[in-house]
T-cell receptor
Framework: DADVTQTPRNRITKTGKRIMLECSQTKGHDRMYWYRQDPGLGLRLIYYSFDVKDINKGEISDGYSVSRQAQAKFSLSLESAIPNQTALYFC???????????FGDGTRLSIL | AQSVTQLGSHVSVSEGALVLLRCNYSSSVPPYLFWYVQYPNQGLQLLLKYTTGATLVKGINGFEAEFKKSETSFHLTKPSAHMSDAAEYFCAVVDTGRRALTFGSGTRLQVQP
């Protein structure tokens, strides 16, 4: 089983819909992250969490919200999806800044 | 905040040729630096990580990176490209303010037979 699991892997939805992307991990890491990937832009940080009570905005948090339900679960929501949120979304975990992050396989989200 | 610049969004090499992917970072202190690789339809995998004090860092699959503080560079190399190296490569630095990764824009490596 994967250490970092993202669901769904693919999602097509319409403008204005509420979407939730889920991430769970078995690494036992305290830190969890959400990134989005767009061609030519690399990965950009949306939100991150250092524990269930510590949620922080990243560089592109507008239009997104998150919930850290437990140490192992971190979900990303789009309250009212818009087409420019079409992207590949990654969840990652880590234990401290100097150590590598571990990534899920991504969720490909298309908003029509 | 730290930033990372990857020169060249696409690099094409012949099988067996040298691979050189460029990365420059902006930081006044030695940072935490990483190279990740992304194969199609997959997440990112760690290739290698900079360790304080090292100049040449060895990673998986024959890749290595040279840390040059004077040039604020951390270029990735492999002496002989293999078809299986075709992927997208990302350089990343830890943003000490956010304590999260800041990624470069990525370089897509093509390997021609």
């Amino acid at each position: 089983d994967a250490d970092v699991t993202q669901t769904p892997r693919n999602r097509i939805t319409k403008t204005g819909k509420r979407i939730m992307l889920e991430c769970s991990q078995t690494k036992g890491h305290d830190r969890m992250y959400w990134y989005r990937q767009d061609p030519g832009l690399g990965l950009r940080l949306i939100y991150y969490s250092f524990d269930v009570k510590d949620i922080n905005k990243g560089e592109i948090s507008d239009g997104y919200s998150v919930s850290r339900q437990a140490q192992a679960k971190f979900s990303l929501s789009l309250e009212s999806a818009i087409p420019n949120q079409t992207a590949l979304y990654f969840c990652a975990t880590g234990q401290d800044p100097g150590q590598p992050q571990h990534f899920g396989d991504g969720t490909r989200l298309s908003i029509l | 905040a730290q930033s990372v610049t990857q020169l060249g969004s696409h690099v094409s090499v012949s099988e067996g040729a040298l691979v050189l992917l460029r990365c420059n970072y902006s930081s006044s202190v030695p940072p935490y630096l990483f190279w990740y690789v992304q194969y199609p339809n997959q997440g990112l995998q760690l290739l290698l990580k900079y360790t304080t004090g090292a100049t040449l860092v060895k990673g998986i699959n024959g890749f290595e990176a040279e840390f040059k503080k004077s040039e604020t560079s951390f270029h990735l190399t492999k002496p002989s490209a293999h078809m299986s190296d075709a992927a997208e490569y990302f350089c990343a630095v830890v943003d000490t303010g956010r304590r999260a990764l800041t990624f470069g824009s990525g370089t897509r490596l093509q390997v021609q037979p």
